[in-house]
């Protein structure tokens, strides 16, 4: 990218960020909203600010040709924000492309094999973690945060924070999960966190400052094919 176009770019990008920001989105939305301006930018190698629409549905074929349709549809919603909020366009361009409405139904695993997938997790931190997320129907980022003060036992519930739009909500707490949670807490007995980061080493869990990482989570339930039965 020329050094004008570098600058140009440079200048909207924080505009874009500070109008994400200011519009209260959340972490996640922020990244893929960013990461969409950034895409287009490299894919033309220029400041995306004067896109024709023969421009959008060159660089949407190509996004279609490389990417998941839900990495599409936030590329999309991504660039009519950058386009509304920081250029002040119009956004009849968003019609140059329509993700499909997919009606298929997911394959649901009986409760015999989601436990056998489980059980077939060596480390006991993520076999706890899976079955924890089963049981009470919980997203990853969601089990993850979880902390000691959001378990009721007396009430047999657990109290979700800032899960998917923001909201906090209550979950029922099976006394199965319960017991393997006091369980496993007994092995860290960490201040604050359920599931503590113990980078590798059970005996360093109880001074970790974070939760387990995201990604080596999602790699370990990858591995064992746990996805599809937690999703």
Request: charged share 25%.
């Given at each position: ?7 140009r ?5 924080a505009?874009?960020l500070?109008?994400?920001t200011?519009?209260?989105k959340r ?14 930018a490299?894919f ?6 004067n ?6 549905k060159?660089y ?31 956004m ?7 993700p ?7 394959d ?8 056998r ?7 006991l931190r993520?076999r ?8 009470m129907?919980?997203r ?6 979880l902390?000691?003060?959001d378990?009721?036992?007396?009430q ?9 739009g ?5 979950v ?19 201040p ?5 980061n ?19 989570v999602?790699?370990?339930a990858?591995?064992?094919c746990?996805?599809g039965?937690?999703a």
């Amino acid at each position: 990218m020329e050094q004008y176009e570098q600058e140009r770019f440079d200048q909207l990008y924080a505009q874009h960020l500070q109008a994400l920001t200011l519009q209260g989105k959340r972490g996640k939305t922020i990244d893929g909203y960013a990461r969409a301006v950034r895409r287009i930018a490299g894919f033309f190698n220029r400041c995306p600010d004067n896109l024709t629409a023969a421009d959008l549905k060159t660089y949407f074929a190509w996004m279609v040709e490389n990417y998941s349709w839900s990495s599409v549809k936030v590329d999309l919603w991504g660039l009519s924000f950058f386009f509304r909020q920081v250029l002040g366009q119009p956004m009849e361009w968003v019609e140059i492309i329509k993700p499909p409405n997919s009606r298929s139904l997911p394959d649901i695993p009986t409760r015999e094999e989601v436990q056998r997938l489980i059980n077939s997790v060596y480390r006991l931190r993520y076999r706890v973690y899976f079955f924890a997320l089963y049981s009470m129907g919980l997203r990853l980022g969601e089990g993850l945060a979880l902390e000691i003060g959001d378990i009721d036992a007396a009430q047999k519930r657990v109290h979700v924070r800032q899960s998917k739009g923001g909201k906090d909500r209550y979950v029922p707490l099976p006394d199965a999960t319960l017991q393997h949670l006091r369980r496993f807490w007994s092995s860290h007995r960490h201040p604050r966190l359920l599931f503590p980061n113990g980078n590798g080493n059970d005996s360093s869990a109880r001074t970790a400052t974070s939760p387990m990482d995201r990604g080596g989570v999602q790699a370990r339930a990858d591995s064992k094919c746990v996805t599809g039965a937690l999703a």
